[in-house]
């Protein structure tokens, strides 16, 4: 079993087996990241990941959920996907869900009918980084993709009924456009209807290109009451007709949600509005992390 520099991974996938189907991330530009900046992106060669999996089975003969890292391993071919799963399956009858990151590229490049493929051979859930629904916030994190992308790629992943979850971050815009930031991502939220929606608080570190302009003043980062303002004007715009699960709950949010919307928005709208009155409600920053 082989892990080649660091692994990263989604919250939900904590007790998860993680293979790595390819090392680093394609587009590797975004400048609050400082993922995978230890190796330069290369699709691994089969034979290794059939290894990796082969002893995995002889190490865990019970393994519920398998999640192919790294950053965007959908960006593979179907083909070589499907044999992956393939070999999953076989290996892990009792294998419940394949879980995979996915850039909106990834999904875009894929036809429905492969899609559907990979959901029936296996794939349970992809994760997508959206990260705002501001285009200028976008741009200025060097995404890779706009807004409209963001959304049709997410509406693709559920109309294949893959339950696709989506991550934003707080504090991405600083100071400057908070209000953009946050109105425009809720929007957003309506409009693609994600299964699930993950909000992060942006935090920083120095191999990230964010670093430099938050050291030198170009960019200032969100006091944390001004982070729970935001949070509560992103939530104020969120107008889904379908379930979502909205999670808040990151070790670096301040103030921790969970709910499913529509029907937990007020419940959660009253807790931001309880942390702006007692700040004693939000996380000390000592105990924040990625």
Known sequence: MEYIGSVYRPPSEAYSLIIQATLGCAHNDCTFCSMFKDKSFRVRKEDEIFRDLEESRHMFHNVGRVFLADGDALALKNDALLRI????????????RVG??????????????????L????????????????????????????????IE??????????PASV?????????????????????????????YVGLLTLMVEPQAPLYKDIQEGRFRVLTPLQVVEETLLLLENVNVSRKCVFRSNHASNYVSLRGTLPQDKERMLGQLRGALQNADQLKDERFRML
Request: net charge negative; proline share 3%.
């Open 167 to 195: 991550t934003f971050i707080s504090g991405l815009s600083g100071q400057d456009g908070w209000e953009e930031h946050a109105a425009f991502s809720g929007t957003m939220i309506s409009e693609m209807e994600a299964s």
């Open 153 to 162: 790629a997410v509406q693709k992943i559920e109309a294949a009924s893959v």
């Open 85 to 96: 799963l393939e070999k999953t399956k076989t290996l892990f009858p009792a294998c419940e």
């Open 119 to 150: 959901r029936d051979n296996g794939l349970g859930i992809i994760y997508i980084g959206a990260e705002s629904g501001s285009d200028r916030v976008l741009a200025e994190i060097k995404k890779g993709a706009e807004r409209a992308q963001i």
């Open 100 to 117: 995979i990151y996915g850039s909106p590229q990834d999904v875009l490049r894929k036809s429905p009918a492969e899609l559907a493929a």
